[in-house]
């Protein structure tokens, strides 16, 4: 048998500290803020710089032009010309006149140039580019009007205004 002497012989001490799990979590809990972080920078400079605006620059641009060509007879007649893709919705150049006109009264308030970011968002606007080379461009004025316009290989197919 062992003899032990009592006076000598102590338990181990107890740790002091943060456990490893505690360590764990802290760290985890650093790495997402971190993340977060980084992801709100990255939409504050996007926002701030004019990055999403200019990616959005060519398509407004067509949306812009689109507008403005139903601004006229001339402009509406030449863009019916242009694009034979309308007539799956317009079969005729009078029908189209006869939607163009209740049309004009509406987008008297469109912007011309891309608004900022937050107009933008506030504006509940959508682009969807399709691999088959269609695209649209949704964009609601102040007043509630929305726009919607359909591209099919860069010609218009759709114009529908509300």
Not at 12 to 36: D, Q, R
Request: aromatic fraction near 10%; proline fraction near 3%.
């Amino acid at each position: 048998m062992h003899n032990y002497d009592q006076d000598t012989y102590s338990n181990a001490s107890s740790k002091k500290g943060i456990p490893l799990w505690g360590k764990l979590l802290l760290a985890c809990g650093i790495a997402i803020l971190l993340v977060i972080a980084s992801c709100a920078g990255f939409v504050a400079w996007g926002i701030n710089s004019g990055y999403f605006s200019k990616k959005l620059e060519t398509q407004w641009n067509q949306m812009a032009e689109v507008i403005e060509a139903i601004k006229s007879d001339e402009g509406a007649a030449r863009l019916y010309a242009e694009n034979k893709g309308l007539k799956g919705n317009y079969p005729t150049e009078v029908e189209f006149n006869t939607y163009v006109d209740t049309w004009r009264t509406k987008v008297v308030d469109f912007p011309i140039t891309v608004p900022n970011f937050r107009k933008l968002v506030e504006s509940d606007i959508s682009l969807n580019i399709g691999a088959d080379k269609s695209k649209s461009l949704r964009y609601r004025l102040p007043d509630g009007t929305t726009i919607n316009l359909q591209w099919e290989n860069e010609k218009l197919v759709d114009i529908d205004i509300r």
